[in-house]
């Protein structure tokens, strides 16, 4: 995986985080699941809230 994630990489791991979710439950469940470094660097940067699915997670993120 190069260092920049892209939505596949991401997604690979949102799938199987449960929704609704804050920026910190995501995170926190992101780690339970082995999800890598860049992974969650990339979700740090994730704006505060409540999620509902992996979807809006995705849409939320600032460009890179």
Do not use: W
């Amino acid at each position: 995986m190069s260092s920049a994630p892209d939505r596949a990489d991401l997604l690979r791991y949102l799938c199987h985080v449960r929704f609704p979710a804050t920026k910190q439950e995501i995170h926190r469940q992101c780690v339970a699941l082995g999800t890598p470094a860049p992974c969650l660097e990339r979700l740090r940067t994730l704006p505060e809230g409540t999620y509902v699915e992996a979807d809006t997670v995705l849409q939320a993120l600032p460009p890179l």
